[in-house]
């Protein structure tokens, strides 16, 4: 059974640049949660996503989205990247909004 | 808003010792608790979990109560093991687990 995974696992970007970051769920899961981790920190929720749509926001500017798809996979978005974007970005997913999340290995995005 | 504080890291101790590592939190409503494990170069793995008042959540040797009138869901476990070092997170669950609010984290070393 195969558990939360998301690609790339590391990813090199300059500033001003796009990127796009993916997660497939744990098999039976229906809910993806994207969440930023900076180095020496406690992960910080971005968004969640449900039924495709954008359920809860944390507090990110709109440079950051996201979408999920109907086989409930997900994309995280990030638009005019900064150096302050470098970190480790999970992905989480869970039987529904209300359950315990499972986290995938995260991709560690590194902006030069 | 919703915070969570943990004691701060990083804590080292020998094989066998006991070990805690306090986390309050402050909350509005009546949040899920739970406690994730981080081992290097990996996502965040669910250790335990509490969704009510005085519910003690155990897993692998690792305990915690969840004590409303001190807001707190301090982790334990009587007897350490090297295995065990690693970053633990305490976190809190608004409206069930839509969104997590993590703490910083407390490094774990232990020494053989």
């Known amino acids: 059974d195969a558990g939360v995974t998301q690609s790339p696992t590391h990813l090199i970007k300059t500033r001003g640049q796009q990127v796009t970051l993916r997660c497939s769920p744990k098999?039976?899961?229906?809910?993806v949660s994207w969440y930023q981790q900076a180095l020496g920190q406690g992960p910080q929720f971005i968004f969640q996503?449900?039924?495709?749509?954008?359920?809860q926001r944390g507090n990110f500017p709109d440079r950051f989205s996201g979408h999920q798809f109907p086989n409930y996979s997900s994309e995280l978005n990030v638009n005019a990247l900064l150096l302050g974007d470098s970190a480790l970005y999970l992905c989480?997913?869970?039987?529904?909004?209300?359950?315990?999340?499972?986290f995938g290995d995260g991709t560690r995005l590194s902006i030069l | 808003g919703d915070s969570v504080t943990q004691m701060e890291g990083p804590v080292t101790l020998s094989e066998e010792a006991f070990l805690t590592i306090n986390c309050t939190y402050t909350?509005?409503?009546?949040?899920?608790l739970f406690w994730y494990v981080q081992y290097p170069g990996e996502g965040l793995q669910l250790l335990l979990k509490?969704?009510?008042?005085?519910d003690k959540g155990s897993n692998k040797g690792f305990e915690a109560t969840y004590r409303k009138e001190t807001t707190s869901f301090h982790l334990e476990k009587g007897s350490v093991q090297v295995s065990d070092s690693a970053v633990y997170f305490c976190?809190?669950?608004?409206?069930?687990?839509?969104?997590?609010?993590f703490g910083q984290g407390t490094r774990l070393t232990i020494n053989p």
């Open positions: 909350a509005t409503g009546y949040p899920s």
């Open positions: 098999s039976g899961h229906d809910t």
């Open positions: 996503y449900y039924e495709e749509e954008e359920r």
């Open positions: 976190a809190l669950g608004i409206q069930g687990a839509q969104k997590l609010v």
């Open positions: 989480a997913s869970s039987r529904s909004t209300n359950q315990p999340q499972h």
């Open positions: 509490a969704t009510k008042a005085d």
